[in-house]
């Protein structure tokens, strides 16, 4: 491998075009206030001086298709292993590393260009599918790869891990079916509709796990889409409620998520619609009783509310009162009707995630369109704010004390970006004479990872294609 180390340890070069972001250390802004409860900390101390390209090391860790495109994404730790999917046209390959070239390796080749996804580490392995119909484990090396279950075509999803069960979906001629594993051969756990799918093609945006269940959507062909659980067993796999009772119909619950309110212990917040008032703000506890609305957001139709995550004993989500996902806005809710309640016009474009006392995400301001830049929130209307404008952040990852993301140069380049979460700390760290676009605009769409003492991310700093990169503080 080209030892590219010491190369690419330059200085900072000028961006133009990138005049919105400060890069010079001087005077704070307006938007330097430290977080809440006084200096701005990480983990109980002091945030690090934010780096130049000077201060941080980036190298390549492996030519995983040399001369082309390898695109590594799906990122998965698994003990002292990370896990990706490198692309080879026209197949794809499951890799394992230790961070090193040297062990750097072939983890599964298939002899088909069929997809492989869903990656999860799972009792001390990794799994995954294939071709949409093939369950595999993987201790890191292809001698390892074991067969765990084969299902009929386009009907395998892994769904997660619920105690010692892997839960998945498989069936044949009946479509999607709850399936689990321990590790050993795979089994049904229940036919929950005997005549067509029970579980959507893509249902992760709807899933949540919560007191040693998963909470799913699902169709029993009667009820309609409803909330289920399950722990793996045919006997703990139950439907909640049937809450519009609308036979055929369902309350097409959406956006699960498992969240922690002040004083109320564990619940997963969603977006469900009882056949009456729209999609609107529910609440779960994962008993029927215990499932109720929370509040009407939009009186006259769809809310669909999303996106939810917690801080500080209240929730963050996005919503919209007129129907139109165009029109989405910033609200806060503690689980009270009274408590629920909008703080910001910012349309929300990547989820949110937790740095330093705020929730910080890609939104788009209300009267600039088309142009998303990092902001910040402590859920209220005067703790909301636009750090960076027009940076398009994505893929959000804390590592040294330090936000990174994928981000817009100002010249529609995609860079890696690095911020303390404020408006001066926040500046692109490009090598000199790197490609432009550097970081990768489809596939895994430049997700970042943070595995043993480095950060980890597909990359052309060289113009040999999109390969396994690192960067150390």
Same mark, same amino acid.
Not at 467 to 473: A, D, I, P, T, V
């Given at each position: 491998?080209?030892?590219?180390?010491?190369? *690419?340890?330059?200085?900072?070069?000028?961006?133009?075009?990138?005049?919105?972001?400060?890069?010079?250390?001087?005077?704070?802004?307006?938007?330097?206030?430290?977080?809440?409860?006084?200096?701005?900390?990480?983990?109980? /101390?002091?945030?690090?001086?934010?780096? +130049?390209?000077?201060?941080?090391?980036?190298?390549?860790?492996?030519?995983?298709?040399?001369?082309?495109?390898?695109?590594?994404?799906?990122?998965?730790?698994?003990g002292d292993t990370l896990y990706f999917v490198g692309h080879e046209a026209p197949r794809s390959r499951v890799?394992?590393?230790?961070? +090193?070239?040297?062990?750097?390796?072939?983890?599964?080749?298939?002899?088909?260009?069929?997809?492989?996804?869903?990656?999860?580490?799972?009792?001390?392995?990794?799994?995954?599918?294939?071709?949409?119909?093939? =369950?595999?484990?993987?201790?890191?090396?292809?001698?390892?790869?074991?067969?765990?279950?084969?299902?009929?075509?386009?009907? &395998?999803?892994? &769904?997660?891990?619920?105690?010692?069960?892997?839960?998945? +979906?498989?069936?044949?001629?009946?479509?999607?079916? =709850?399936?689990?594993?321990?590790?050993?051969? $795979?089994?049904?756990?229940?036919?929950?509709?005997?005549?067509?799918?029970?579980?959507?093609?893509?249902?992760?945006?709807?899933?949540?796990?919560?007191?040693?269940?998963?909470?799913?959507?699902?169709?029993?062909?009667?009820?309609?889409? #409803?909330?289920?659980?399950?722990?793996?067993?045919?006997?703990?796999? +139950?439907?909640?409620?049937?809450?519009?009772?609308?036979?055929?119909?369902?309350?097409?619950?959406?956006?699960?998520?498992?969240?922690?309110?002040?004083?109320?212990?564990?619940?997963? *917040?969603?977006?469900?619609?009882?056949?009456?008032?729209?999609? #609107?703000?529910?609440?779960?506890?994962?008993?029927?009783?215990?499932?109720?609305?929370?509040?009407?957001?939009?009186?006259?139709?769809?809310?669909?509310?999303?996106?939810?995550?917690?801080?500080? /004993?209240?929730?963050?989500?996005?919503?919209?009162?007129? $129907?139109?996902? %165009?029109?989405?806005? &910033?609200?806060?809710?503690?689980?009270?009707?009274?408590?629920?309640?909008?703080?910001?016009?910012?349309?929300?474009?990547?989820?949110?995630?937790?740095?330093?006392?705020?929730?910080?995400?890609?939104?788009?301001?209300?009267? #600039?369109?088309?142009?998303?830049?990092?902001w910040r929130t402590d859920g209220t209307a005067s703790g909301t704010e636009e750090i960076a404008p027009d940076?398009?952040?994505?893929?959000?990852?804390?590592?040294?004390?330090? %936000?990174?993301?994928?981000?817009?140069? $100002?010249?529609?380049?995609?860079? %890696?970006?690095?911020?303390?979460?404020?408006? #001066?700390?926040?500046?692109? =760290?490009?090598?000199?004479?790197?490609?432009?676009?550097?970081?990768?605009?489809?596939?895994?769409?430049?997700?970042?990872?943070?595995f043993g003492d480095r950060l980890f991310f597909s990359a052309d700093y060289d113009g040999e294609g999109h390969?396994?990169?690192?960067?150390?503080?």
């Open positions: 491998m080209k030892d590219t180390r010491n190369s *690419l340890k330059m200085i900072l070069p000028m961006l133009v075009g990138l005049v919105s972001i400060t890069m010079a250390c001087g005077e704070p802004t307006e938007n330097d206030e430290p977080g809440p409860g006084g200096t701005n900390q990480t983990n109980g /101390g002091e945030t690090p001086d934010v780096p +130049t390209i000077d201060d941080v090391t980036i190298s390549k860790v492996a030519d995983l298709n040399p001369g082309s495109d390898a695109r590594p994404e799906s990122f998965t730790i698994v890799w394992a590393t230790d961070g +090193t070239e040297a062990g750097t390796v072939s983890a599964f080749d298939p002899d088909d260009s069929s997809e492989i996804r869903d990656l999860v580490a799972f009792d001390g392995a990794l799994y995954f599918a294939h071709a949409n119909r093939t =369950l595999y484990s993987t201790t890191g090396t292809e001698a390892s790869v074991e067969e765990i279950d084969e299902v009929g075509a386009m009907s &395998l999803r892994i &769904l997660g891990v619920v105690g010692d069960q892997l839960i998945y +979906t498989g069936g044949w001629a009946n479509g999607r079916q =709850l399936r689990a594993t321990d590790g050993t051969d $795979g089994r049904s756990v229940q036919e929950i509709n005997p005549d067509s799918d029970a579980i959507e093609a893509s249902p992760h945006n709807n899933l949540a796990v919560m007191g040693g269940h998963m909470y799913f959507r699902a169709n029993d062909g009667t009820t309609g889409w #409803q909330l289920w659980r399950t722990d793996g067993t045919e006997s703990g796999t +139950t439907r909640i409620t049937d809450l519009d009772g609308h036979e055929g119909a369902g309350w097409v619950p959406a956006g699960l998520r498992t969240v922690e309110l002040d004083g109320g212990g564990e619940v997963i *917040l969603l977006a469900a619609d009882d056949g009456e008032q729209g999609s #609107q703000l529910w609440m779960t506890d994962g008993t029927e009783s215990g499932t109720e609305m929370v509040a009407t957001i939009n009186p006259t139709g769809n809310a669909s509310p999303s996106n939810f995550a917690g801080l500080n /004993g209240a929730v963050v989500f996005s919503a919209t009162t007129t $129907g139109s996902s %165009l029109d989405r806005t &910033l609200w806060v809710t503690d689980g009270t009707a009274e408590g629920t309640e909008e703080i910001h016009g910012v349309a929300l474009h990547e989820p949110f995630v937790e740095f330093n006392g705020y929730l910080y995400f890609g939104g788009e301001h209300p009267e #600039q369109q088309n142009q998303v830049g990092l940076v398009t952040p994505r893929n959000f990852t804390e590592y040294g004390g330090l %936000l990174f993301f994928a981000g817009d140069d $100002g010249n529609s380049n995609r860079q %890696l970006f690095v911020s303390d979460g404020t408006s #001066q700390g926040t500046r692109v =760290l490009r090598p000199e004479d790197s490609a432009e676009d550097a970081l990768d605009t489809g596939y895994g769409a430049s997700e970042l990872i943070v390969q396994l990169w690192s960067l150390e503080l």
